[in-house]
T-cell receptor, first 113, second 113 residues
Framework: EAQVTQNPRYLITVTGKKLTVTCSQNMNHEYMSWYRQDPGLGLRQIYY???????DKGDVPEGYKVSRKEKRNFPLILESPSPNQTSLYFC????????????FGDGTRLSIL | AQSVTQLDSQVPVFEEAPVELRCNYSSSVSVYLFWYVQYPNQGLQLLLKYLSGSTLVKGINGFEAEFNKSQTSFHLRKPSVHISDTAEYFC???????????FGRGTSLIVHP
């Protein structure tokens, strides 16, 4: 089954404790992206990747890191999480940007205390 | 730079009534347009897309949208809504250049019995 898998789905942690949210897709997609969703603000892009070893900042990259060592995986790293990073996070992928719709994971709800 | 405006943050409607969710974009070049739906506690899934050709696009669950180039709009419509259509709806646009998609802030459709 074609899917984008995020883990964990839920996480409560404390300020400053490094965490990684994993994202994996099984569709051989070139483009992958991370978003955060906050009430009233919609989806805001954090980072995106056009292909292996090619990543770039989105609209709200501060406090986040990503890597794309393999085509299928695109982890989101919070080196020193802070309470303002409490949010609902989505990973998405598509075969390429432009005329291809994105496939979304089910989301990861992060609470930083 | 491209941008997307969803004019209504919330649209309440009674079951079996028609509904229109509005989306306007700003871009002077060719565009690809998408509507996504997010049911509670789920990721986004594609409702429909406009790439080229006929300006009236039909999607899943009885939804359709009309691309209006002169008005730079891509409004989503359904002639008769069901309780199960209660969800968050996002408009997205990809345009020339990088084609990185931009999302609107979302419209919450609330269908009352």
């Amino acid at each position: 089954e074609a899917q984008v898998t995020q883990n964990p789905r839920y996480l409560i942690t404390v300020t400053g404790k490094k965490l990684t949210v994993t994202c994996s897709q099984n569709m051989n997609h070139e483009y992958m992206s991370w978003y955060r969703q906050d009430p009233g603000l919609g989806l805001r892009q954090i980072y995106y990747s056009m292909n292996v070893e090619v990543t770039d900042k989105g609209d709200v990259p501060e406090g986040y890191k990503v890597s794309r060592k393999e085509k299928r995986n695109f982890p989101l790293i919070l080196e020193s999480p802070s309470p303002n990073q409490t949010s609902l996070y989505f990973c998405a992928s598509s075969f390429r940007v432009g005329n291809q719709p994105q496939h979304f994971g089910d989301g990861t709800r992060l609470s930083i205390l | 730079a491209q941008s997307v405006t969803q004019l209504d943050s919330q649209v309440p409607v009674f079951e079996e009534a028609p509904v229109e969710l509005r989306c306007n974009y700003s871009s002077s070049v060719s565009v690809y347009l998408f509507w996504y739906v997010q049911y509670p506690n789920q990721g986004l899934q594609l409702l429909l897309k406009y790439l080229s050709g006929s300006t009236l696009v039909k999607g899943i669950n009885g939804f359709e949208a009309e691309f209006n180039k002169s008005q730079t709009s891509f409004h989503l419509r359904k002639p008769s809504v069901h309780i199960s259509d209660t969800a968050e709806y996002f408009c997205a646009v990809s345009t020339g250049g990088s084609y990185i998609p931009t999302f609107g802030r979302g419209t919450s459709l609330i269908v009352h019995p």
